[in-house]
């Protein structure tokens, strides 16, 4: 059973595609989250929704649309990817908004742009 | 801009040894999250403290709030292979929002 789970897991693409990750949570959790990990390990914050409403959007190039269609859900699509765009993603869950809420992480989808 | 520095960046020991590492900063935070993680998975959380001067204890791992609420450390005791990972802090501080702020990590491998 597991509690957030993030397809797919492994993504080999070129330059200009456009791609999609797609994130579920089971543990019934009101706020998602995409993070991106770099190669220094680095963990960004990219967007959050509580509740299917956006609510953190960081400074994010308008290639990446998140899309939350309900509140356990929350996808990532990314149009002409760069080969910047190379990372790992990782979707979270939380309770609540607050940052003080404990984050459950999915196990990551590695984007690998060529 | 609130940050969270962690130290070392990289840390390699022989089986047995013990290390810490630390996770400071010149802001107040109201919480701190330790969180460790395996290559291929997510971050997993080992622990949040909350009250300045707080120890808390998960088997050979200790962590610590300091007094002023300003920095952590993570002291590990007879290190174990198992223990090889990368190691996150992530807190809130007062004037943050109530973002989670996080720290670049500790790498760290424990050699047998």
């Known amino acids: 059973d597991t509690a957030v789970s993030q397809t797919p897991k492994y993504l080999v693409t070129q330059m200009g595609n456009d791609k999609s990750i797609k994130c579920e949570q089971n543990l019934g959790h009101d706020t998602m989250y995409w993070y991106k990990q770099d190669s220094k390990k680095f963990l960004k914050i990219m967007f959050s929704?509580?509740?299917?409403?956006?609510?953190i959007n960081e400074t994010v190039p308008n290639r990446f649309s998140p899309k939350s269609p309900d509140k356990a859900h929350l996808n990532l699509h990314i149009n002409s990817l760069e080969l910047g765009d190379s990372a790992v993603y990782f979707c979270?869950?939380?309770?609540?908004?607050?940052?003080?809420?404990?984050?459950?992480f999915g196990a990551g989808s590695r984007l690998t742009v060529l | 801009t609130q940050l969270l520095e962690q130290s070392p960046q990289f840390l390699s020991i022989q089986e047995g040894e013990n290390l810490t590492v630390y996770c400071n900063s010149s802001s107040v935070f109201s919480s701190l999250q330790w969180y460790r993680q395996e290559p291929g998975e997510g971050p997993v959380l080992l622990v949040t403290?909350?009250?300045g001067g707080e120890v808390k204890k998960l088997k050979r791992l200790t962590f610590q709030f300091g007094d002023a609420r300003k920095d952590s450390s993570l002291h590990i005791t007879a290190a174990q292979p198992g223990d090889t990972g990368l190691y996150l802090c992530?807190?809130?501080?007062?004037?943050?929002?109530?973002?989670?702020?996080w720290g670049a990590g500790t790498k760290l491998i424990i050699k047998p």
């Open positions: 929704y509580n509740n299917k409403e956006l609510i």
């Open positions: 992530a807190g809130v501080a007062m004037d943050s929002n109530y973002q989670l702020i």
């Open positions: 403290v909350v009250t």
């Open positions: 979270a869950s939380s309770l609540g908004i607050s940052g003080a809420n404990v984050l459950t």
